[in-house]
């Protein structure tokens, strides 16, 4: 075998993570197999401890520390995953540790952070948002001499990652066709890719991001991280605005590919994960799975998608629900006017709504000195279809009837 320092840095942190990080499952699943027609397996990273694969890299980076940096302690910041890896990583090594997170973090992971670090971590939370707890981390590790531990930018945190795959090769027994690994600040990504294109080298690689974070889609066309002007924070796990230079070099020369996937699809996909699988996926965890329609699968070829992460808070799941209905074409907004005369809710419901048409959200405002109010509907429909013949009724109808259109000023106010 060619020596390779990469993916010889990967053996080593699997050799450092034995015992302390769990083998998670790699289980074949059949919606999504019968749907591709490929074998399409599960690593389910969302059981490993803190519920996210992000324990890897945070201790195989702290496990190298030498004395007197463990003696200085460590501190990171984090939207949570990354938070509660770091907190468990101290508290098995025996360093002290800071995790600063925004308030903005959901106390849910806040409370996993504490209770994975016990008495070993400090948790503080200051800022609405996580470039300003990094800007807190790194005034500390100034202050103090603590070793920062980044989430993803750092090639100790990217081995560490890494392991996910060898740990599948020795699942699986064998090389499989294809890996599909989500994609947030790349860590994961240049690890996976990185080890693969070293050691088993015919594996295809893919690569996905949301479309509203493609930081590493755009890095890849500039050849080199660049800033988002614009970063949609629904798929939380996922949603970097710079990708890292730690890893960019490993993933352009490994060959990865990169599909964007719609976050009204991340929702649906979370829905059947656990609906029709049993498995409660946070959004970015739901990021490969969701993509396996966005490129083309070999029929009967073995397909492997990293399930990242299960941190979802319950609290989310009614924007998940209407996310999904909107990508579906099942649930749409519309501005109505109604003259300010008896009968004309009547009319709209008799002569523009279909028979299984539904107003799920009715919202209106008289004004006793015009002629006219303005009402917010909402309307799912039974079945997709069913939107050309609405719009053609709308139409065909007196009432002046304006579709609040996805992506809109206006709609951004309802979702």
């Known amino acids: 075998m060619t020596p390779d320092p990469f993916a010889d840095s990967v053996a080593a942190a699997a050799v450092r993570l034995s015992g302390v990080a769990r083998t998670t499952p790699l289980q074949r699943n059949s919606r999504l197999s019968d749907a591709t027609g490929a074998h399409v397996w599960l690593k389910r990273e969302d059981l490993q401890v ?14 190298g520390l030498g004395p007197a940096e463990r003696a200085a302690g460590a501190v990171c910041a984090s939207a949570g995953n990354h938070g509660q890896g770091v907190a468990y990583a101290c508290a098995r090594l025996g360093i002290r540790g800071r995790v600063h997170v925004p308030s903005t973090t ?25 470039d300003e707890a990094a800007a807190a981390a790194a005034e500390h590790a100034a202050d103090t001499g603590a070793t920062v531990v980044p989430a993803f930018d750092d090639v100790r945190t990217i081995a560490g990652q890494g392991t996910v795959a060898v740990e599948v090769l020795d699942q699986l027994a064998h090389p499989p066709d294809v890996v599909v690994v989500p994609v947030g600040g790349g860590g994961l990504l240049a690890g996976v890719g990185g080890w693969l294109a070293a050691r088993h080298p015919g594996v295809r690689v893919v690569g996905v991001e949301p479309a509203g974070a493609a930081s590493m889609t755009a890095a890849l066309a500039a050849g080199e991280p660049v800033t988002l002007a614009e970063l949609d924070t629904f798929v939380d796990g996922a949603a970097v605005r710079r990708v890292g230079d730690a890893g960019f070099g490993l993933i352009r020369d490994c060959g990865a590919e990169l599909v964007t996937v719609d976050e009204g699809r991340v929702c649906t ?12 996926a946070e959004p970015a965890g739901a990021l490969a799975a969701a993509a396996l329609d966005a490129f083309d699968l070999a029929p009967g070829s073995t397909v492997v998608c990293l399930l990242s992460g299960g941190n979802n808070d319950v609290s989310r799941y009614a924007e998940v629900v209407e996310r999904s209905l909107v990508h579906r074409g099942l649930k749409h907004y519309f501005l109505v006017e109604f003259p300010q005369e008896p009968g004309a809710l009547r009319r709209f419901l008799d002569e523009v709504l279909g028979p299984d048409d539904d107003i799920v959200l009715f919202e209106y405002v008289k004004r006793d000195n015009r002629e006219t109010g303005a009402a917010l509907c909402g309307i799912e429909l039974a079945d997709r279809d069913g939107y050309e013949p609405l719009w053609k009724r709308m139409e065909a109808s007196p009432l002046k009837i304006q579709l609040v259109a996805p992506g809109s000023t206006a709609y951004r106010f309802l979702i």
């Open 106 to 130: 959901p106390r849910q992971k806040r409370e996993r952070i504490v209770a994975l670090g016990g008495s070993a971590v400090d948790l503080v939370v200051g800022g609405d948002t996580y």
């Open 269 to 280: 996909e979370m829905l059947d994960l656990y609906q029709t699988d049993g498995i409660i």
């Open 50 to 63: 803190g519920r996210s694969y992000k324990l890897r890299g945070a201790y195989n980076l702290l496990a």
